[in-house]
C-alpha cells in the first residue's frame, strides 16, 4: 500500500501514459475515471493507422458509390451474356458501343462502359497487355510535346493525373487501358486512342486481367459486339493509327 496519497495530477499523469501503452478500447475505459473538467483539460491517444484506414476505405467507397451515380445503368459494371471463342481472360473492346467485355467463359463477361477515341482516333487490332502499374505517372509522347509545347513533361500519379488509378499498357504502343478522374467521360468518344474506364472499375478490371492477356480492339465501323474473325481482326492490324495531335480542350490521353 502506498504510504501518501497521490495527487490528482500524478494520478492523471500515470493514466495517460497507461493509455498510450494498450489498446483503443482500453484506454477508453481507462479515461472513464477522469472528472469531466479533467478530461477536457486531456485528449485520448490517436490510433491514426486504424482509424485511416477505416476513412480511406470509407472514401473510396464513397468515391465508386459517386462515379456509379454519373454513370447511365448500362455502362455500370455488370456481367452480362456473351458468346465468344476467345478465351477467359481476354479483353474485348467494343469501340462503336463504348464497352469493354472481360471474357469469363461459359458465355458470360463482365462488361465495363469506355470512353474511345473520338472520330479520327479510333484504331483496331490485337495486342497483349505488356506491364501495369498503379497510380501511373503520365509521359505525354513527344510527338504531342512536338505540337503542345505547352504541356508538362510529366505528371506525377496520383488522383490529379489523367491516366487515374490504374493502367494497362497495350503491346509497345503508345496506348493503354487506364483509369479517368472524369467520369463524365464515359460512354463517351473522347481520347486520343486509349481506352478508358472510371478509377472504381480499372481497379476491377486491373485485379482481374493478367500480364500477356489477349487485347482485341474492335473497328469503329462494326455493327456487333461479338468477337470477329481472326482474319477480321488481321485485316485491322495494318490500319491501326495513332495520332497526337490533340486539341487543348480535348482528352490528351
Given at each position: ?76 459494371r455488370q456481367i452480362v451474356d456473351y458468346a465468344s471463342h476467345e478465351a477467359p481472360g481476354t479483353v ?82 503508345e496506348y493503354r487501358i487506364h483509369g479517368t478522374n472524369d467520369p463524365t467521360t464515359i460512354g463517351k ?65
Amino acid at each position: 500500500m502506498f504510504k501518501k496519497s497521490i495527487s490528482y495530477g500524478s494520478l492523471t499523469a500515470l493514466i495517460a501514459a497507461a493509455a498510450l501503452s494498450c489498446g483503443a478500447a482500453q484506454a477508453e475505459l481507462l479515461f472513464a475515471f477522469l472528472s469531466p473538467a479533467t478530461q477536457g483539460q486531456m485528449q485520448a491517444p490517436q490510433y491514426a493507422p486504424a482509424d485511416q484506414n477505416a476513412n480511406d476505405q470509407n472514401a473510396n467507397d464513397q468515391n465508386a458509390s459517386d462515379e456509379d451515380a454519373q454513370l447511365n445503368p448500362r455502362l455500370q459494371r455488370q456481367i452480362v451474356d456473351y458468346a465468344s471463342h476467345e478465351a477467359p481472360g481476354t479483353v474485348i473492346i467494343d469501340t462503336p458501343h463504348t464497352f469493354l467485355y472481360y471474357v469469363l467463359g461459359t458465355g458470360k463477361a463482365m462488361r465495363y462502359g469506355i470512353g474511345v477515341g473520338r472520330q479520327g482516333f479510333t484504331w483496331a487490332g490485337v495486342k497483349q497487355v505488356a506491364r501495369k502499374a498503379e497510380w501511373p505517372d503520365w509521359y505525354p509522347p513527344q510527338e504531342m510535346i512536338a505540337r503542345q509545347p505547352y504541356l508538362p513533361r510529366m505528371v506525377a500519379g496520383g488522383p490529379g493525373n489523367p491516366l487515374g488509378a490504374r493502367a494497362m499498357y497495350l503491346g509497345n504502343s503508345e496506348y493503354r487501358i487506364h483509369g479517368t478522374n472524369d467520369p463524365t467521360t464515359i460512354g463517351k468518344h473522347v481520347s486520343s486512342g486509349c481506352i478508358r474506364l472510371t478509377n472504381a472499375d480499372v481497379e476491377d478490371l486491373y485485379s482481374r486481367v493478367q500480364v500477356g492477356a489477349k487485347v482485341i480492339v474492335l473497328p469503329q465501323a462494326a455493327q456487333t459486339a461479338q468477337t470477329p474473325a481472326p482474319r477480321q481482326v488481321s485485316a485491322h492490324v495494318a490500319n491501326e493509327r495513332m495520332s497526337w495531335n490533340v486539341p487543348r480542350s480535348s482528352g490528351l490521353y
